[in-house]
């Protein structure tokens, strides 16, 4: 009895305080960036830093800790075990390609650039999807996504022509179109600024993660298939698809919909994980209103030249994110490996840029800092691709361009990371986020209708001219990030004079005076 009257105190507390100290805590935050330039607390403002303040922080750094690894364990991870089955079944085909695919559906070269156009074209189409984590339940959301690209994915096994084939690969387009774009903007539902580029990392980096794993199956499928009356790329599409049929089941039970409806959170947890998000949501003792869609901010996004910049950088990652993966296992193969091999030594490169990956997206967040490590990512990929072209040209040996693809897969894995966490870091308002990402993904989606064009069967055994065109694209990525950061930072400035001023009117992106952006 006296602990639940405790509590209720606390609670009634914490309601009757909460705007407030957020209102305090937004002051606060300016000061600090800007104290190197003076005192610039008021004197009310240094009488609620004395009594208030210490209302505003309700928990300790050891239960924020906490509550952040559990955060990671059912969310973060749990969303990359989904994407690392999302990519296992849109890039198989490049394995699947060797295995036997081409032969047997009797396909062209120009058929099979089809399947892989085809897939990207409703994917594009369907980017505006991820403005429905906004609108639709994360838990139920998420599930349908997941069992309907399993089963469409298990359905290719069944392919009989290139017709049925071409259809299944469209089908696949929307369902994953469905899922991946949007799942950065559902991770800062749950993460501040400076912890999201981590999360993303873990994100992303399951899509090479996933690409080790399905060269390391097609490796033993292709090995023990041989004497099986199943095609082993038949085989390869049903036992990497049909597993995300079953792991949507879990999903269902484990997707939160927001920091408050965590059921792996206990009561106290909950409010920590609402409270330490600030003037992101509306935080309450118990339950969290998440913004809903506000239209007026969506459309107002469209004349924003900030989110096309970095929608132009991730055309250009995309380009080489999309061809390199599906055409390695060729590349491989005809740098004089056979088809056992290819599969195998496609493995290591991507198994490399997970942990590139991870660790450039911790350092990112750590530092709070985005265009320094899109430039040096971008020009690392850079050398990768051109180390191939050139090798390739002057016919060395393919050791050197096994190293090259090194360079290439751990750059553009981890430039992609950083550019869809400083997209969403640039908009305080979640709708603002959820239009930004949106845009964004559908024009760097566009990337892969390019990128899977670049490896013609007449360019073999070398693929110079593709290499090339992607090297080139990268570092057109390096510069944009450079002009980004230049923007990014005189705006601040702005800011930091606003701030001096204690201007309190809107800015241009709607956010309070103490918002700043990362650079």
Same mark, same amino acid.
């Given at each position: 009895m006296d602990i639940r009257l405790s509590e209720d105190v606390e609670l009634q507390k914490w309601s009757n305080h909460d705007k407030a100290q957020r209102n305090f805590a937004d002051r606060l935050d300016r000061a600090r960036r800007l104290s190197a330039n003076g005192p610039l607390l008021s004197r009310r403002d240094r009488q609620w830093s004395t009594s208030t303040f210490r209302s505003t922080r309700q928990y300790t750094i050891e239960e924020e800790r906490k509550v952040i690894k559990k955060l990671d364990r059912n969310v973060t991870l749990f969303l990359a075990l989904l994407y690392l089955l999302s990519f296992l079944d849109r890039s198989n085909i490049g394995n699947a390609r060797i295995a036997g695919l081409t032969e047997d559906l009797s396909l062209s070269s120009n058929q099979y650039e089809w399947l892989l156009t085809g897939f990207y074209i409703t994917y594009i189409l369907f980017e505006w999807m991820a403005l429905l984590y906004r609108v639709v339940p994360a838990h139920i959301y998420i599930t349908l996504c997941v069992a309907a690209w399993g089963l469409v994915a298990s359905l290719q096994s069944l392919a009989t022509s290139f017709e049925s084939l071409f259809a299944l690969r469209a089908l696949l387009g929307i369902t994953e179109a469905a899922f991946g774009p949007g799942a950065p903007l559902f991770l800062s539902f749950f993460f501040k600024q400076d912890e999201l580029a981590l999360r993303v990392g873990f994100f992303i980096s399951a899509a090479p993660l996933s690409t080790s794993f399905a060269s390391s199956l097609a490796w033993v499928i292709t090995k023990t298939a041989k004497r099986s009356p199943i095609a082993p790329w038949r085989c390869l599409f049903l036992v990497e698809g049909f597993p995300s049929v079953l792991v949507a089941v879990l999903a269902y039970s484990t997707i939160p919909d927001s920091p408050s409806q965590a059921r792996f959170l206990n009561r106290r947890e909950r409010e920590i994980a609402?409270?330490?998000?600030?003037?992101?949501?509306?935080?309450?003792? @118990?339950?969290?209103?998440?913004?809903?869609?506000?239209?007026?901010?969506?459309?107002?996004?469209?004349?924003?030249?900030?989110?096309?910049?970095?929608?132009?950088? *991730?055309?250009?990652?995309?380009?080489?994110?999309?061809?390199?993966?599906?055409?390695?296992?060729? %590349?491989?193969?005809?740098?004089?490996?056979?088809?056992?091999?290819?599969?195998?030594?496609?493995?290591?490169?991507? %198994?490399?840029?997970?942990? @590139?990956? *991870? *660790?450039? !997206?911790? *350092? !990112?967040?750590?530092?709070?800092?985005?265009?320094?490590?899109?430039?040096?990512?971008?020009?690392?990929?850079?050398?990768?691709?051109?180390?191939?072209?050139?090798?390739?040209?002057?016919?060395?040996?393919?050791?050197?361009?096994?190293?090259?693809?090194?360079?290439? @897969?751990?750059?553009?894995? !981890?430039?992609?990371?950083? %550019?869809?966490?400083?997209?969403?870091?640039?908009?305080?308002?979640?709708?603002?986020?959820?239009?930004? @990402?949106?845009?964004?993904?559908?024009?760097?989606?566009?990337?892969?209708?390019?990128?899977?064009?670049?490896?013609?069967?007449?360019?073999?055994?070398?693929?110079?001219?593709?290499?090339?065109?992607c090297s080139g694209f990268m570092l057109m990525v390096a510069l944009l990030s450079w002009a980004l950061h230049r923007h990014l930072a005189r705006l601040n400035r702005v800011r930091d004079q606003r701030a001096k001023a204690d201007l309190t009117e809107e800015l241009d992106d709607q956010s309070s005076n103490a918002f700043r952006y990362l650079t």
């Open positions: 609402c409270s330490r998000l600030g003037p992101d949501i509306s935080a309450g003792p @118990t339950k969290v209103k998440m913004e809903k869609l506000v239209w007026s901010e969506v459309f107002s996004s469209l004349k924003d030249r900030k989110i096309y910049v970095t929608a132009v950088m *991730l055309f250009c990652c995309n380009v080489a994110f999309s061809s390199l993966p599906v055409f390695l296992p060729t %590349i491989i193969e005809e740098m004089g490996y056979d088809a056992i091999s290819s599969q195998a030594l496609s493995a290591p490169p991507y %198994i490399v840029a997970f942990f @590139t990956t *991870l *660790l450039v !997206s911790y *350092l !990112s967040d750590l530092t709070r800092n985005r265009s320094t490590f899109v430039c040096i990512t971008c020009v690392m990929a850079a050398f990768g691709y051109a180390m191939v072209a050139l090798t390739g040209w002057l016919r060395l040996g393919p050791v050197w361009r096994y190293i090259g693809v090194y360079l290439a @897969t751990a750059g553009f894995f !981890s430039a992609i990371t950083v %550019i869809l966490s400083w997209t969403i870091n640039m908009h305080q308002s979640h709708s603002k986020r959820g239009a930004a @990402t949106a845009i964004v993904q559908y024009i760097g989606q566009c990337g892969p209708l390019l990128g899977t064009r670049l490896y013609p069967d007449e360019d073999k055994p070398y693929f110079v001219k593709g290499m090339s065109i």
